[in-house]
């Protein structure tokens, strides 16, 4: 069974950082593309970055350029760095693992999902 576990949620003012951590189980995560979904009270999980297996990203529109992606294989971990954060930003904010061969911006190209990690921005 893969779990993962999110860390580094919390609360910040407008226009600071945060640091969003997650440990995947398993031995096999340096060939697991890794994504970050974020959902707000009353919207739909939304994407917002992703990390394919051989380490190239892409995100949404609306982080690109705040938001940074990053893995450590050696630590089974995919990090979400956020700057510039805005209230707009604020969501529970998940990792999950992409089921390969999938498209990769819907909840349905990912298997495995985390508990999530609360980001509150403050204006």
């Known amino acids: 069974q893969v779990q993962l576990v999110e860390s580094g949620g919390g609360l910040v003012q407008a226009g600071g950082s945060l640091r969003l951590s997650c440990v995947v189980s398993g031995r096999t995560f340096s060939s697991l593309s890794m994504g970050w979904f974020r959902q707000a009270p009353g919207k739909e999980r939304e994407f917002v970055a992703i990390t394919w297996r051989s380490g190239s990203t892409y995100y949404s529109d609306s982080v690109k350029g705040r938001f940074t992606i990053s893995r450590d294989n050696a630590k089974n971990t995919v990090y979400l760095q956020m700057n510039s954060l805005k209230p707009e930003d604020t969501a529970v904010y998940y990792c999950?693992?992409?089921?390969?061969?999938?498209?990769?911006?819907?909840?349905?190209?990912?298997?495995?999902w985390g508990q999530g990690t609360q980001v509150t921005v403050s204006s």
């Open positions: 999950a693992r992409h089921i390969y061969g999938s498209d990769w911006n819907d909840v349905h190209d990912y298997d495995y």
